[in-house]
């Protein structure tokens, strides 16, 4: 089971974590463990002094931004297609919150669903006790009640936030949190955010009634159940990543009937107004549960400057890959007249997401167009090279831990290291070191690996790695990546392909004293 679950733990976990001394709970989201309000000796909780003078220790602003976030049950229309969908505020995605780095955030969340919940902050290296995982860092918030989230955010950047609990990502839970940097030196015009995302609450089966299934019939790839082995007997060269399949033949296992840019269809698409020769910032944010889009605009070169918050040096591409969780940031000098806009999900047979770019009255491009663009130079992590403020100093790593990523039972359980959530192994580490994360895809899908409160760099030779929360680990690839251990507490590690993560894809980076 994963932290977004509500089942009782596994045996060995239940009496590994009852030995160091914490209270165990037979039953509640995150397997029953509570470790948020435990002293120590022990993990090092999240309501520990030591996470508390890390907080302290943090860079304020001196500015205090409030907000209540209202989670109901609502209808939204789509643009053309109203359905019933959980929201935050009624809208999909939610209403942005902005901020400035060093900028103390204040949300009450009031939960009007009919459903624990709880608020994550995606890319967010924030206080433990404010990171949303239920049983983990927090009790669920019950139906009718609120929680006070309260923290400096520390880092500009493209952030979201969303539920933790079960599959709830896969409504329309999910806003940006945008954090500005008051020293960026900017160098365009105007700003637009979009929310990428695959759908199909109130349209198709429920995210429940995926679920179930997943968990009974296991995944399927190219129509035919997957083997034990999990090559659905299909030759592994046919299905290992390629220059026209860059994530590899099977890319995910839901078939989502729509997908969505900032919340609309292509038939009423959001439109972004602009005028010819602006330079636009377009921070892109994939909030898809199961779904990684090729992402383009028609008649466009795409200058990539930000890769999950932290800049990069610029690098010019056509189009790019943004797999489940990822951010990326770019900019361009827009053209004289109509552009499609275009999110295609990579690796399926689906209509893509479509917005329109027009900087005057001209004819406008159709739903479905597929500008050249999607097939010019696609953006790798090897082409980006991080920014001299950002660039973790090298250093030897104190400690190396391996990430097995792996496929059980056709699908129908995905494992870290040879357990699901539950019966896994903590990542046990100490404030101060240098961690190197090894993660081997032992799996024939690419999985979308995401650090809670911790940003990380990623491999790359003798040369500094980018800064990333969120990487695509590609089918039977290993990639290193190395992180501070500098923010205490217990935090997830997880696919973000959340049918995956809800399979049993999680494990905790347990900070020990």
Request: aromatic residues 6%; glycine residues 12%.
């Amino acid at each position: 089971m994963s932290p977004l679950s509500a089942e009782p733990m596994g045996r060995r976990r239940f009496l590994q974590v009852g030995a160091a001394g914490l209270v165990v709970i037979g039953g509640g989201a995150f397997a029953g463990t509570r470790l948020f309000d435990q002293p120590s000796p022990g993990p090092i909780g999240p309501g520990t002094d030591l996470v508390a003078r890390t907080e302290a220790a943090r860079r304020r602003s001196g500015t205090v931004v409030r907000r209540e976030l209202r989670a109901a049950a609502t209808e939204v229309d789509l643009g053309g297609r109203v359905v019933r969908t959980w929201a935050y505020d009624g809208t999909v995605p939610g209403r942005e919150i902005r901020v400035r780095a060093g900028d103390e955030l204040r949300v009450r969340l009031v939960n009007d669903l009919p459903a624990e919940t709880t608020v994550h902050w995606h890319g967010l290296a924030l206080r433990n006790d404010m990171d949303g995982v239920p049983g983990l860092t927090q009790d669920a918030v019950a139906p009718g009640a609120g929680f006070d989230y309260s923290f400096v955010v520390p880092d500009p950047g493209t952030h979201w936030f969303h539920p933790h609990v079960g599959v709830q990502l896969d409504t329309g839970l999910q806003a940006p949190l945008i954090v500005e940097d008051p020293a960026e030196p900017g160098g365009y015009d105007m700003e637009v955010v979009l929310v990428l995302d695959d759908w199909t609450d109130g349209w198709g089966d429920s995210p429940e009634t995926i679920l179930e299934r997943m968990a009974r019939e296991g995944m399927v790839m190219g129509g035919t159940a997957m083997d034990g082995m999990g090559h659905g007997g299909s030759a592994m060269e046919d299905t290992m990543p390629s220059p026209d399949r860059p994530l590899g033949a099977d890319t995910g296992d839901v078939a989502h009937p729509a997908h969505l840019i900032n919340g609309r269809l292509p038939e009423d698409p959001y439109v972004i107004r602009s005028r010819p020769g602006h330079r636009v910032r377009l921070r892109i944010i994939n909030a898809g549960s199961d779904t990684a889009y090729r992402f383009a605009v028609g008649g466009h070169t795409l200058t990539v400057t930000h890769t999950d918050g932290f800049p990069v040096e610029p690098v010019d591409v056509e189009t790019l890959i943004i797999g489940m969780g990822e951010r990326y940031d770019v900019v361009l000098t827009a053209g004289d007249g109509a552009f499609p806009v275009v999110a295609v999900p990579e690796g399926k047979d689906a209509p893509s997401g479509f917005a329109l770019l027009r900087t005057a009255s001209a004819h406008v491009p159709v739903p479905g167009a597929s500008p050249a663009e999607l097939r010019g130079r696609l953006l790798t992590y090897g082409a980006l090279a991080p920014t001299g403020e950002v660039a973790l100093d090298p250093q030897d790593p104190d400690r190396e831990l391996e990430l097995a990523l792996q496929m059980v039972d056709g699908g129908r359980k995905w494992f870290l290291n040879g357990a699901g959530f539950g019966d896994h192994e903590p990542l046990e580490i100490r404030a101060d070191e240098r961690v190197r994360l090894v993660l081997r895809n032992e799996s024939m899908m690419f999985h979308p690996m995401h650090v809670h409160g911790h940003t990380f760099a990623l491999g790359a030779g003798d040369r500094p790695g980018i800064r990333k929360d969120t990487v695509n680990v590609l089918p039977m690839e290993t990639l290193t990546v190395d992180l501070q251990a500098d923010n205490p507490g217990q935090w997830a590690v997880h696919c973000h392909n959340i049918y995956h993560a809800e399979l049993g894809m999680t494990t905790v980076l347990s900070y020990v004293p």
